[in-house]
């Protein structure tokens, strides 16, 4: 057994999985209050990686950045967070809540719809080019933590720290504050909720606040790590963030957050040993193929996922 | 409920990534060759303009515009440009590919740009008698005469892995490769032939697979080993090229990135040291060219390019000088007069020596050229 590898793949594994957990949470929070999946969420994480990219150059780039690392990360993130945010709140304006009493294919289709705008306004604005954070520029390689042969790069290590914060955050404001009382109890029943004095709209518009800023630092966090971005990214990040809230169990927030560990590890585990596990017959390719296995599995088995309670119905 | 919506989620999601597949499937009637007024031509071109693939779209699409540009400047002629977005999707490239069929103004297409949009589209060119010059699409078998109105300004993979092969045994002298493919028409080919080619050389090969959509490799990275001295990347984006030789470095790996003709990118692909194979020279490092590259230059303002655009400038260029021909004797011309003009092709070329195809479409004498990448600096060394 070589234990480096499985160390490496580990650490290659939650770093995927804290990205795909921030995505999922966004996923998870509009769902459990809409009853929506918004399939642009993907999108949005892409264009937080674009006003992460863009603070990154105003600030004078990854080469000469004209303020300290740090406070430029952070800049980084809340900008993106920020936009992210407003971008949400738009789309849930004008896209979403006109069909709010439509029959619930409506706001899907939309939703697919405000996908596609958002990634080709994307590639008006900016172009086809991929763009680098250069983060190998801002961050030495070197820097980092070794064991042994293995060297975990501080970049990873604050990627997978920022995403672990804003997810206990999230737990502290759900279970702790008036407005994740609110947002619970809206989840739980829209009218009942509503009838008790709370007002709704401003709940689910500030649901789409947090959970579209988490999308926006996810994109800022993937730019830093893997360093390209460009307009068509969040398909695939929103599709894998999309299987880990099934997996964990959609509208549930520890769910989202187990479930993105759960796929990131997955992918990345299969990745390292999907050759040896099936004495070459499979290849590294198949490591999509794996992950949404483990999609088809659940549905099957367990379609509330791991954390998701089961539809009760009253006859 | 719950599982009602998310299959329909899936459904959805389902029929957004493969719908245009399905319509792809019902082929329709070859249309017939028809005579068409040479006063309003036009120039189909297909290209990745959307999706992960459009910097290659749009810069092939910028040249083409550019040799428009120039050619009906210098000729007095009016042709335009039709666009076909075919992403990076075989299905999508049948649609465009028969939408092009069907506009009576398309004389010539320029594309597809990979070899997956070639296999698909270029049978319902065959039929309908239209010319497809590509300046990019590689595939060996693209003209084993399967499609006989295809044509390419580049030369093909046959020339490219045995190039890859000698340079990394010989001038590398790599005793361990890993050698990549991104799972497409274009890659898996040309990385299962330099894997025979190295093998026979006495080189270890280990073979891996990527999504060609994927941005992470670190998994694959952890795969490597630390005696691996190259990975052969066989990709068409050159951001993948660049990521994967970022996060060797990340892991502490020594090897370094050779990447095929799709990572040709001075912008995007800029490893601290690394090699690049491709299928034209950079216009820049080409006396004769200069002048193309400053009116270039000021045509897109400064846009940046690689070695994708340059060979779409020539097919272009090369459909539109079949077409005044076919058009020369009484102002009418059928495309498959224009086939026939394009075959006979002999005009200088901006890329070095000049443009004659061979029976079966392939350029004449054109061969692979590669550089070495040192802080991003590109130096041609083979």
């Known amino acids: 057994m070589d234990w480096d590898k499985l160390v490496q793949l580990l650490v290659n594994g939650v770093t995927l999985g804290s990205v795909y957990a921030l995505v999922a949470l966004g996923f998870s929070m509009v769902y459990g209050i809409l009853k929506l999946l918004n399939l642009a969420h993907g999108d949005i994480l892409m264009v937080g990686a674009f006003i992460g990219w863009g603070v990154l150059g105003w600030l004078g780039g990854a080469q000469d950045p004209s303020v300290a690392v740090w406070i430029l990360i952070v800049l980084m993130v809340l900008a993106a967070m920020a936009g992210c945010g407003v971008l949400g709140v ?142 068509f990214m969040g398909f695939g990040y929103g599709l894998k963030g999309f299987t880990a809230a099934v997996v964990g169990g959609i509208g549930s927030i520890p769910g989202a957050m187990f479930g993105g560990l759960f796929i990131g590890l997955a992918e990345a585990l299969s990745v390292g040993y999907i050759e040896d596990f099936t004495r070459g017959r499979l290849g590294s390719a198949f490591s999509d193929l794996v992950v949404f296995l483990i999609l088809v599995l659940f549905m099957l088995l367990r379609p509330q996922g791991i954390f998701g309670k089961p539809d009760v119905k009253k006859v | 409920m719950r599982r009602g919506l998310i299959a329909t989620a899936i459904a959805v999601l389902a029929f957004a990534v493969a719908g245009t597949a399905a319509l792809a499937k019902t082929s329709g009637p070859a249309a017939p060759a028809q005579l068409a007024a040479c006063t309003n031509v036009s120039l189909g071109v297909m290209a990745p303009l959307t999706g ?9 699409l910028s040249w083409t515009r550019f040799a428009v540009t120039q050619y009906n400047r210098r000729s007095g002629t009016r042709f335009k440009v039709a666009l076909g977005d075919s992403q990076l999707s075989a299905s999508l490239a049948r649609t465009v590919g028969r939408r092009f069929v069907a506009n009576d103004d398309v004389m010539a297409v320029i594309g597809g740009s990979t070899s997956q949009s070639v296999i698909s589209s270029a049978g319902l060119f065959e039929r309908a008698g239209l010319a497809s010059i590509s300046g990019s699409a590689t595939r060996i078998d693209l003209t084993n005469g399967q499609f006989s109105t295809f044509f390419r300004v580049i030369p093909h993979d046959a020339i490219q892995s045995p190039n890859i092969v000698n340079y990394v045994a010989r001038n590398l002298r790599a005793r361990q490769v890993v050698v990549l493919d991104s799972q497409d028409d274009y890659s898996v080919p040309l990385s299962q032939a330099v894997a025979r080619g190295l093998r026979a ?48 470095r990340e892991q502490g790996k020594d090897a370094v990135v050779f990447g095929t003709d799709g990572a040709y990118s001075p912008t995007q692909y800029k490893p601290r040291l690394g090699y690049v194979s491709s299928f034209a020279n950079d216009l820049r490092f080409l006396r004769s060219a200069r002048a193309t590259v400053r009116a270039y230059n000021r045509f897109s303002r400064n846009k940046a390019f690689g070695t994708f655009g340059p060979p779409s400038y020539m097919a272009a260029w090369v459909a539109m000088g079949a077409i005044q021909r076919a058009c020369a004797n009484d102002g009418e011309a059928t495309r498959s007069e224009v086939t026939r003009q394009v075959r006979r092709t002999n005009t200088p070329s901006i890329l070095g020596g000049r443009v004659r195809f061979t029976r079966r479409g392939d350029v004449r004498g054109a061969k692979f050229y590669i550089f070495r990448i040192n802080n991003g600096n590109y130096r041609l060394v083979g």
Request: charge should be negative.
């Open chain 1, 90 to 231: 738009a789309i849930e304006r004008f896209a979403y809540r006109p069909l709010r009493r439509a029959p619930r294919i409506a706001p899907l289709i939309s939703a697919l719809g405000v996908s596609f705008f958002i990634q080709n306004s994307v590639l008006l604005l900016f172009g086809a080019d991929f763009r680098s954070y250069d983060t190998f520029d801002l961050v030495d390689v070197e820097v980092g933590i070794e064991f042994g042969p293995l060297r975990v790069w501080v970049v990873r290590l604050v990627v997978i720290g920022a995403a672990l914060a804003m997810m206990v955050a999230l737990w502290l404001l759900v279970t702790r504050t008036k407005l994740g009382k609110a947002m619970r109890a809206t989840a739980i029943d829209r009218e009942a909720a509503a009838m008790m004095g709370i007002d709704v709209d401003k709940v689910i518009v500030k649901t789409f606040f947090i959970g579209s800023a988490l999308a926006g630092a996810a994109g800022v966090l993937v730019g830093l790590v893997f360093g390209q971005i460009n307009h």
């Open chain 2, 201 to 248: 050389r006495n080189v270890e090969v280990d073979r891996e697979s990527v999504a060609a959509d994927e941005t992470d490799f670190s998994s694959i990275v952890a795969n490597v080993g630390d005696d691996v001295d190259v990975v052969v990347f066989a990709t068409q984006t050159a951001s993948a090229a660049q990521t994967l030789s970022n996060q060797l």
């Open chain 2, 52 to 60: 992960p693939a459009a910097f290659l779209g749009q810069e092939q």
